[in-house]
């Protein structure tokens, strides 16, 4: 190979191998342990008052950060309040526990001011929601910096349904960067709109799931679905035929304010709420994974720890890229 064809691939493929390397080599569990030592405590004593006094924080920080790092990746960029930003699209209306980020945030500027974006901050907030609900501590990479864009328009063609198939989730968690067993473990995210935290520790409207049931002539719900345990189903249906469209229904009826592997237990039993639930056990992609889950606490919660720390990195801005917002529900300037 002579001399110019070799400098050509060089300057073609290095440039694009060390970018691909950047953002994970620039992040750090101990990014921070310079600059603002207490980071991580001052946003668990944020989160941990906060559950407290709403035990639905928790399952709305995974939900948050899930809704932001599919967009543009995790850059905080579904924090950013206003028209036409990601928190704007009806796909986000329901999301919730912004206040808990912006609280921490708040505190950590008078600690450290202008040191941890607000991308790090939901990521630790997060990350505590598991802990502090009985799943397992996860140590997570820190550096994201924040993103400056923040447009609805990203949000529709990137968001997940509960009426997809195995292969529609498959494809979107591979777009990120995720696998197919990364989905079935991170299923325990709520990720959808009308959702309100996450599978194992959350509840969804009734509306969500209609296409399980119809309506007779009472205006009560009957269960269609072949799939669902037909007493489990009855019970759904009483539940949501004397609420209005919007009332929530507990994910896990079994242990709702307990991350735990329940959620797989529940699935195997044909007791999953959700069609997206559901699919992951009648696929021979995903039924494994969820046969193991479903036995073993310690199993999940090991594969937890991984898929956590992949999707936590998805996208992440690094070095000059973004800033570090002072606000997280506002850019700087």
Known sequence: MNQSLMKLL??????????SFRCASQLSPDFYSLSCPTVEL???????????LDSTIPGKLLRLLFHDCLVQGCDGSVLIQGNGTERSDPANKSLGAFYVVESAKRLLEMVCPGTVSCA???????????????????????????????????VRPNMVDT?????????????????????????????????????TIGSSHCNTFSERFKQDSDGSLVPIDSTMDQGYAKQVAEQCSTRTGTAAVDNDASTPELFDNQYFVNLLANQGLLHSDSVLVNDSRTKGKVEEFGRSQDAFFASWAQSFAKLSTTGVKTGDEGEIRFSCQSVNG
């Open 10 to 19: 060089l300057s073609t493929f290095v440039p694009l191998l060390l970018l």
């Open 42 to 52: 001052l946003v668990r004593g944020t989160v941990r008052s906060a559950s407290d």
């Open 120 to 154: 790090d901050t939901l990521v630790l907030a997060a990350r505590d929601a598991v802990e502090l609900t009985g799943g397992p501590s996860v140590q997570v990479q820190l550096g994201r910096r924040d993103g400056l864009v923040s447009s609805a328009a990203n």
């Open 163 to 199: 009426t997809f198939s195995v292969d529609e989730l498959a494809d979107r968690f591979a777009s990120i960067g995720l696998s197919i067993d990364d989905l079935v473990v991170l299923s325990e995210f709520n990720y959808t709109s009308q959702i309100e935290g996450a599978h």
